[in-house]
């Protein structure tokens, strides 16, 4: 929706949360935009939150939605889940901050490093995108080569080098002050003719390709197991990097990674999100050879610094915590992966795929709205370009009504992910407040 329009259903907002209204004017006057990440800005303006527990986020008005974003996904066993909490009280009482090696990040790491084998070597960061940062540079390090393959409408954080080809339309820069944009090149998702064929004019250069197997934030858009392994197969062949970057995958399909599932050998692996069960973290992690040019001690030159954050011990133990729960119950995959099918079939009878006026994408608990332009029918979503060229506005309608309605917080115009603390009952609520916002825009 254009800045500065009034949605529909604002004044049902305005009335249940003035002193989000008020706190955000004072949000505004504060910071950028009034916001400290772009995407949580939202039309008229967005509700401003005070707690959160299970399924739940409760905002300062005192309003409770049930929460599909998930602080940025990263919470798949809901808000202060037990085990979590617990973990935290008790890490709290012994320093949250050693900037030193630490237990918790050892317990951690054997975790991540026996369900994620090519996790040989981890170097933990503060975010995802320091850790996909690295990624390119280990790349580059190791192949000695300059050029960073990524695809159209993969998002692998701010980090300069790989801000590109993020938004529709893919060749248009990102942002003012970027530099070197040439070692950057942008190749099809999910057409490998087309991918192989631009990785081959850049074949003599390229360290490397980074890919998320499921789009996040392009899309909620699983990649075809036969464009994997063949990009796969094309940057080994060449002597280049497979890097998956597995930031929002990691531990959300399944306990560990999804390309052991799609029998992938990637070189480096990037994590974030899950692992720090919602405390800030990332992690770049990869096979021995490569990660050693990270390893000052022999010689390396390839700075991966971690920073002044990394690895400390609130986080370790909050993701820890996670991980010992995931593993131990293995049974929530099935309850997440489930309900996420049942939103999917639900959303696709609620919104009209069958007649072309919707399309439902996501994998196991991740699942996305795709609605066509007025005139228009939707097909198959298979890339970001179809889903960018999707009526966007209506999306955000969609997303915003439920908010403001039902007490429903998708965040406006992003992908939904169903966690441990939902219920079947919040999702056919899900499917409910969707069939009815059809019906309404029907009569528009
Ligand atoms: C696939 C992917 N990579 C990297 C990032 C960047 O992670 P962070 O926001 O922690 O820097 C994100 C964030 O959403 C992501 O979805």
Redesign the pocket.
Known sequence: MPRGDIPDHAAEYAGKTPASAKMFAESSRLHVNGVSHNIRRFDPYPFVSRSSEGGTITDVDGNAYTDYWMG?WSLVLGHCHPSVTRALHEQIGRGWMHGTVNEQAIRLSRMISDAVPAAEKIRYTA???EA?MYAARLARSHTGRGVIAKVDGG???YASDLLKSVNWPFDRPESTGLVGGDKIVSVPYNDLDEAVRVLGEHAGDLAGIIV?PVL??GGCIPASAEYMAGVQEFVHRNGSLFIL?E??TGFRLRYGCAYTAMSLEPDIITL?KIIGGGMPI?AVCGIDDVMAHADDSRGGRSYVGGGTFSANPAAMAAGGATLEYLRGNRGTYDAINGMGERVRSGLAGALGTGGGRAAITGIGSMFMAHFAKDGEECGDIVDAGQAALCDQEKLRRYHFKMIARDGIFVLPGKMGAVSAAHTPDDVERLVAASEEFAGAEQGR
């Open positions: 940025h975010s995802g995108t996909t998002w692998h954080g998320e996040g934030g970057d930031i929002v974030g990332g």
